[in-house]
């Protein structure tokens, strides 16, 4: 099972911004643009998938690893992992607290991103809330976590990290909207990173090429960049930006300065 690895010059236990999704291609969709933006910032992001799709009615888990690789470079994230919950299965276990607990201490993000905590697919709800409680258990100095090997996908360069984990709890935890119709708090302007989101998701091509499997549920190919585009422009448009990525957000925002708040009112 191959991953990409953080990359051997930073700290091997930093990085800036971690996505949490159920799916392969699930983080492409909702915030793709928001990583590759947050990379071309200089900030070290990472991608943990939690299923491998085996379950997908399009292509193999083998299929979606090689596909996650290569939208994983187009976005330029440091770090990749696929966990081996069962696709279609996604449990708010114990079990599966731990093992994302385990990558939060070894990755040390300051933020995570997670999928909204309603939604069509049982997968997608179950792991906002599952994401979520790993995040608080990550950070109980009491709780002795070490590496997985049997429960996480190696490196590619085949070594499994181990030995115990420091406690660590991400300082924000923010929930990406796109899967479900909801006000966000805020979004983040991509226009000038949609065409890497899109080539992102194109990535994906066991998903999103036109074929017999499925055809009843997904778009064919020529309508998806029309339907990725419009949620774009639409959220664009409620920040004044030609395309954003909605996000939601628990807490009350803090603004030191009225005069430096974005969007006009009217």
């Known amino acids: ?15 800036d911004i971690l996505a949490i999704a159920a799916h392969r291609d699930d983080v492409e969709q909702t915030c ?9 910032l200089g900030q070290r992001t990472g991608i943990l998938d ?16 090689r596909e996650a690789d290569d939208a994983a470079k187009i976005l ?32 040390r993000p300051r933020a995570v991103i997670l999928p909204y905590w309603k939604g069509r697919h049982p997968d997608h709800y179950t792991a906002s809330v599952l994401g979520y409680e790993a995040c608080f258990l ?30 660590h709890r991400p300082f924000k935890i923010i929930y990406a909207t796109l899967y479900y119709d909801i006000r966000p708090s805020f979004v983040v302007d991509i ?21 017999e499997a499925g055809k009843d549920l997904f ?7 029309a339907r990725v585009e419009s949620m774009a422009r639409f959220y664009g448009m409620l920040g004044g930006v030609s395309h954003a990525e909605p996000f939601l957000q628990k807490e009350v925002g803090l603004v030191e300065d009225l005069l430096a708040i974005p969007v006009k009112s009217i």
């Open 76 to 107: 330029g994230v440091s770090w990749r992992r696929a966990l081996d919950i069962p696709d279609g299965r996604v449990e708010n276990t114990y079990e599966n607290r731990l093992k994302v607990a385990t990558v939060i201490r070894e990755t």
């Open 191 to 211: 226009g000038e990173q949609f065409e890497g989101k899109f080539a992102s998701i194109l990535a994906y091509t066991s998903q999103f090429s036109d074929q």
């Open 50 to 65: 939690l299923t491998r799709g085996e379950m997908g009615t399009r292509g193999t888990a083998e299929d979606r690893a």
């Open 32 to 40: 793709g643009g928001t990583l590759l933006k947050a990379a071309q």
């Open 219 to 225: 778009p064919a190919r020529a309508e998806i960049l």
């Open 1 to 15: 099972m191959s991953s990409i690895p953080l990359n051997p010059s930073l700290d091997v236990q930093s990085l």
């Open 138 to 167: 990550a950070g109980l100095a009491k709780l002795a976590l070490s590496s997985q090997p049997s429960a996480i996908s190696q490196t590619s360069s085949g070594a499994a990290e181990s030995g115990p984990l420091a406690p």
